[in-house]
Every structure is written in structure tokens, then in C-alpha cells.
């Protein structure tokens, strides 16, 4: 698939865990195709406002697993919140930033369309759908686990939100069931 890249502006990428966001940015930075500091990722910005590295959900006592979430949810928050001056930055400054979270809920989406509207640059959504069947085998096989449960609760999530991207109004929109072949074209100039 042919992916057309704005000269500046936000690229969204939307996918449950395990769908290979990270994975697909990291291949292109190896490419050359991209640059490393055009990626912001949640992870990432959860650790610098935190020091908290991946978290293991699997085998945890409920209680455990509950209170940790709630910790986890705080951080998440200043992570974003950090994460989204950045990239408010950098659209001010007319530069692309690819997103590497989630966004599978409508709020986070909308954010970013507001901030692009607000900047005047273009947002692009790059959609990866996968089979849950997939997603949990390749849970089982990292590190650090996210755990079978959330797994399928975003999958119902994405399932359910799959059907209002399209029409969500981005620039453009490109839903990928796989990662192989794609080709990247980058606009040079801002028209
Ligand atoms: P989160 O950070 O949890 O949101 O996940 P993500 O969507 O960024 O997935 P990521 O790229 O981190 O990949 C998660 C796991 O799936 C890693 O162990 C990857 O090696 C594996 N993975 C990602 N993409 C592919 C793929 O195309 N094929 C295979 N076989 N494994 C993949």
C-alpha cells in the first residue's frame, strides 16, 4: 500500500497493543524513511515523567493489579499531557509527528484533529487492524506482557471504533491488516 505523508502535521497511528505500531515506526526510522525524533510515544513519555518502565500484568493479584492501574492511569495522564505540548510544538514549528499510542477511544482522536485544526496543518490516520487471535499470541511472546484481558478489551474497543475513523474526517485514512509493503511517499513541500 502506497502511504502519502503531508510535509508537516500529525500522523495518528490507531491500533490496540500488539498490533506493531512501535514495530512499523522503528522499521521505517531504520529505513531512513523517517526520523527517529518525529516519533512521540506514549511509552516513552510515561517513563520520562515517571522513571515507570513496561509493567508485567500477567499472574498479579487482583488487588495489586487494581491499585497499580490507578497509578498507571495518573501517569498516563502526564505523560499525555506532556506528549501533546510537544507535538503542539512541532506543528507550530510545521514539522510531521507520527503518534505512537493507541488512540482508540473517539476523546484521543479528537484532540489531535483540534490541535492539527488549531495549527492549520493536515492529520493523517494510519489504521493497523489485526486478529485478536494474533494479537494475543504475539501478548504471550513479549516481554512484557499487557495481559490476555486488556488485550481483548481493546480489541472490542477497535472493533467498535473501526467503523467511525473513516468518517472521523482526516486528512486521509489508511487501514492496513498487515505491515509488509508499504510505500512510503513524503511530501517536500507544504502544498
Ligand atoms: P503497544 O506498545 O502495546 O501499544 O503495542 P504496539 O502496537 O506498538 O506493538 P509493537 O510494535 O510494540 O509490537 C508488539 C509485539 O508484536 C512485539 O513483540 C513485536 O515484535 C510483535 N510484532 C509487531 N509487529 C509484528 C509483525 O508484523 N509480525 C510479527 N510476527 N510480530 C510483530
Known amino acids: 500500500m502506497k502511504i502519502v505523508l503531508p510535509y508537516a502535521g500529525i500522523v495518528l497511528l490507531v491500533g490496540p497493543s500488539n498490533s506493531g505500531k512501535s514495530t512499523l515506526l522503528k522499521s521505517m526510522i531504520d529505513n531512513k524513511e523517517i526520523l527517529s525524533s518525529e516519533v512521540v510515544s506514549s511509552d516513552e513519555f510515561r517513563v520520562l515523567v515517571s522513571n515507570i518502565e513496561f509493567i508485567d500484568w500477567r499472574e498479579r493479584p487482583k488487588d495489586e493489579a487494581d491499585c497499580l492501574f490507578d497509578e498507571y492511569q495518573n501517569i498516563s495522564?502526564?505523560?499525555?499531557?506532556?506528549?501533546?505540548?510537544?507535538?503542539?510544538?512541532?506543528?507550530?514549528?510545521?514539522k510531521l509527528t507520527f503518534v505512537?499510542?493507541?488512540?482508540?477511544?473517539?476523546?484521543?482522536?479528537?484532540?489531535?484533529?483540534?490541535?492539527a485544526r488549531k495549527n492549520h496543518v493536515p492529520i493523517v490516520a494510519i489504521v493497523l487492524d489485526i486478529p485478536l487471535d494474533t494479537l494475543i499470541e504475539r501478548d504471550e511472546q513479549r516481554d512484557y506482557s499487557r495481559g490476555k484481558r486488556r488485550i481483548k478489551q481493546q480489541y472490542q474497543v477497535?472493533?467498535?471504533?473501526?467503523?467511525?475513523?473513516?468518517?472521523?474526517?482526516?486528512t486521509s485514512t489508511y487501514l492496513l491488516n498487515e505491515t509488509n509493503n508499504i510505500e512510503l511517499v513524503r511530501r517536500s513541500n507544504p502544498i
Open 100 to 115: 505512537d499510542a493507541t488512540h482508540l477511544h473517539p476523546d484521543d482522536r479528537k484532540r489531535y484533529r483540534s490541535l
Open 77 to 94: 495522564k502526564e505523560a499525555f499531557s506532556m506528549m501533546d505540548s510537544v507535538i503542539e510544538a512541532r506543528c507550530r514549528l510545521n
Open 158 to 170: 477497535f472493533k467498535r471504533e473501526k467503523r467511525f475513523i473513516k468518517k472521523e474526517g482526516y
